[in-house]
């Protein structure tokens, strides 16, 4: 070490991989402009696009049902179980059914927003993940719980390949991991699911509230059930995810 008018400097050589390495250490406060240089190179880097994620797309254009599927079909006598309205996709919740997507997805990030109406009051749905098989009341697929003060519970059905926490599982039930976090009736909830290849993720309004594992690697469907209560969704979107 020796000591200069600018501060002490030190040099350090080390050797990785057999490459000789120096390290300066410059006496005194660093440069407040390679502060926010390096700050900048930084958020420029955040801001690069991620090559291995697509983009996030809308599968609910708030006009019409285009993509998607009802099961059963809509009534004949007018009577709709699924309408839109202002942008806003509503259930009715009768007769008991689902609509689902045309497409198939593997791997996803797939975000929704969903309330009930405080008039109404509270009731039951879900959203069903890699959905395979013919359409029925209930169709083989992992459901995201909807019902009110339940939502991040997984439910299996039609036996789903997959693992849960077994101290929080009870039958087909795997019961979310934290107290709910919902919103009140009548205000705006918001679902983030991951499903990369064997692991589920279900976050609600930003809380990660349960995960599952080795979940059975099949392209499926994406639906959302009618389950006998007035629900209303919007901000549908999803991303890809590399298989």
């Known amino acids: 070490m020796k000591r200069t008018r600018g501060g002490i400097v030190g040099v350090m050589a080390g050797c990785f991989t057999g490459v000789a390495v120096a390290i300066i250490f410059a006496g005194g406060s660093r440069d407040e402009s390679a502060k926010q240089g390096s700050a900048t190179a930084q958020q420029e880097k955040l801001d690069q696009p991620n090559a291995s994620k697509s983009k996030w797309v809308a599968l609910f254009n708030g006009e019409n049902l285009d993509g998607w599927i009802t099961f059963p079909g809509q009534p004949s006598d007018g009577a709709k179980v699924w309408m839109i309205r202002d942008g806003v996709l509503i259930c009715e919740g ?44 209930w169709p083989k697929s992992i459901e995201a719980q909807l019902e009110s003060r339940s939502a991040g519970d997984i439910w299996n059905i039609g036996e789903f390949p997959m693992k849960a926490e077994p101290t929080r599982t ?8 934290n107290p709910t976090n919902e919103k009140p009736l009548g205000e705006w909830n918001k679902y983030a699911i991951l499903l990369d290849h064997g692991r ?13 594992q080795d979940c059975e690697v099949v392209a499926g469907k994406l639906g959302l059930q009618s389950e006998g209560a007035h629900i209303e969704f919007r901000n549908i979107r999803i991303r890809t995810l590399p298989e």
């Open 94 to 137: 009768s007769p008991v059914g689902y609509i689902r997507t045309t497409k198939d997805f593997t791997n996803f990030e797939l975000e929704l927003e969903w309330r009930f109406d405080p008039k109404l009051g509270a009731g039951n749905s879900g959203v069903l993940l890699r959905l395979v098989g013919p359409d029925q009341v």
């Open 170 to 177: 009870d039958g087909r039930r795997t019961a979310k991991a």
């Open 200 to 212: 589920l993720e279900l976050r609600v309004n930003g809380e990660l509230q349960n995960v599952a």
